[in-house]
């Protein structure tokens, strides 16, 4: 990918903050943003599963006309150099702002006011592996730094030479030919399929599996969705599941924490597709898929002869044949001049993530069994290792420093092994002082020094600061609530996220 210009910023501050900070988001000009509408990265479950309820075997009788509803678009039309054909099939799933089915009652209720905005809130790219035992998912920020190749604006027909943009203006300005040219260019990934969707069909559609089982190990409360769940296992109707899918406004995590629900509930989507009888029911498929396709555009190539393909091949399909992963992300925060606030990809890592996806390899590790240690340990939202600490010694008693730092190093956090004196009076009892966008990492330390005090410290900066006070007396183990192996692009198989 090019490297794009960039405008003037405030130095780099170590680490990644756990939410994006406030400034810049949608225009360069610091003013109050105006909200932002959702992003439905689960509306791809309806496309993923369509393929998946094929698996079942059930026959050409039972699935011939089903394609019929779909509204058919040319994606490909006029394309030249495209990349290479890879192994396995590549499917672009987006995700429309579509609300024009859902009543009243139900704007209410889930809170879905205002007027859709015809844009694409969720980019996917799905791979299906050669042998199809294998699906892929790969999500990528709709915010993402994107160079849009030549084209005429489908709206007022103005020629545009290639320029920089957010990834989801290539919808807007040239619909879905422009948006598979566009991730072509950035991925090198050939996409076979186009499949479009909006989420006026997602409630009925997790209805019609009779709901999906979603397991928190904390309270998720959001103002804005309405989301209230308290911690532990629940049953979820299509109405909650879309609050749950929706809420960026639980904690500091805002789209990261998103990400991670989103991924649970495809999980629990596919798992509840494959072990709640819908495959081998003619009479619930046919109504599954229904509502799954009411609502979906496609290109003329993707109909009934290729779900029956697919479905000789997919009969053992299960939550461990799925993985999810975020394209690596180099910068959360990378200013654009007339832009604004862009998501810049790590250009390496990226790479060898769509280099796997052209070779057709899986992307996810496969989880060794927890030591015994580590099966005891808390769980806490931040992985350890994702979390900066630097450690000071705020007593007189000779070495705590260091032992808190060895402590805490052992446990996962990455500290800087270099423990420094604290200044001021003797301190009692141990302090965190964090950066307030860095909130969940400090309650994840936090859970590891349960006795310390929170102190929140505007501009710190990605570095935790634990202050040991006299009162210390030891770390308790934490571990990230899906603390298996993830591989070198830290993906998750759907069978670590569903609950146990």
């Known amino acids: 990918m090019p490297t794009p210009p960039r ?23 610091p003013a109050r943003r105006p909200r932002r509408r959702p992003r439905w990265g689960t509306r791809m479950a ?29 994606p490909f039309k006029d394309m030249k150099n495209r990349p290479q054909d890879g192994n396995g099939m590549n499917v672009l799933v987006v995700g429309t702002d579509g609300r024009d089915r859902i009543t009243p ?90 499949l479009e969707v909006d989420f006026t069909s997602f409630m009925r559609t997790v209805d019609a599996v009779g709901g999906v089982q979603i397991c928190t190990t904390r309270p998720l409360k959001d103002a804005y969705t309405g989301l209230d769940l308290a911690a532990g296992t629940h049953e979820l109707d299509g109405g909650q599941a879309l609050q749950y899918v929706r809420s960026r406004h639980i904690d500091g995590a805002a789209d990261i924490g998103r990400m991670q629900r989103q991924q649970k509930f495809l999980a629990a989507v596919v798992e509840r597709l494959t072990g709640g009888g819908v495959l081998f029911n003619p009479v619930r498929f046919r109504e599954v898929a229904t509502t799954m396709l009411g ?24 939550p461990a044949s799925s993985e999810f992963v975020s394209v690596p992300v180099g910068d959360m925060d990378f200013p654009v001049k007339g832009i604004g ?3 810049k990809w790590d250009a390496e890592k990226a790479q060898k993530l769509f280099a796997a996806l052209r070779e057709d390899r899986p992307l996810a590790a496969r989880p060794a069994a927890p030591a015994k240690r580590e099966a005891r340990a808390a769980v806490v939202d931040v992985d350890p290792k994702s979390v900066r600490v630097q450690v000071y010694n705020g007593t007189r008693i000779d070495g705590l420093g260091r032992k808190v730092d060895d402590a805490l190093h052992g446990t996962g956090f990455d500290t800087t092994r270099a423990p420094m004196t604290g200044t001021g009076p003797e301190r009692e009892r141990t302090l965190i002082e964090y950066d307030p966008r860095w909130d969940r990492s400090a309650k994840s330390l936090a859970a590891a020094l349960p006795d310390a005090e929170l102190k929140a410290v505007p501009g710190r900066g990605g570095t935790l600061r634990v202050v040991a006070g006299t009162a210390y007396r030891g770390v308790t183990a934490v571990r990230a609530e899906t603390a298996a192996a993830r591989g070198p692009f830290e993906a998750v198989t759907g069978d670590q996220v569903v609950c146990p």
């Open 341 to 343: 606030s862009t998501v």
């Open 295 to 318: 609502s979906v555009r496609a290109d003329e190539g993707f109909g009934t002869d290729e779900l029956l393909s697919l479905a000789k091949a997919m009969r053992g399909f299960t």
């Open 46 to 74: 309806t496309a993923l599963s369509v393929a998946v309820l094929a698996a079942g075997g059930i026959g050409h009788a039972v699935v011939s006309g089903l394609d019929t509803g779909i509204t058919r678009v040319d």
């Open 105 to 194: 009652e139900e704007k209410r209720k889930y809170r879905l006011g205002g007027a859709p905005c015809h844009c694409t809130d969720t980019v996917l790219l799905v791979h299906i592996s050669e042998d199809r035992e294998r699906a892929s998912v790969v999500s990528l920020p709709r915010d993402s730094y994107a160079e849009l190749p030549a084209h005429t604006d489908q709206n007022s027909g103005e020629k545009h030479r290639a320029h920089p943009v957010k990834l989801n203006a290539a919808y807007a300005e040239g619909g879905p030919s422009l948006t598979v040219r566009t991730v072509e260019a950035m991925t090198r990934v050939k996409i076979d399929h186009y």
């Open 7 to 29: 405008t003037p910023r405030p130095p780099h501050r170590a680490g990644t903050p756990d939410r994006r900070p406030a400034p810049r988001r949608g225009g360069p000009v």
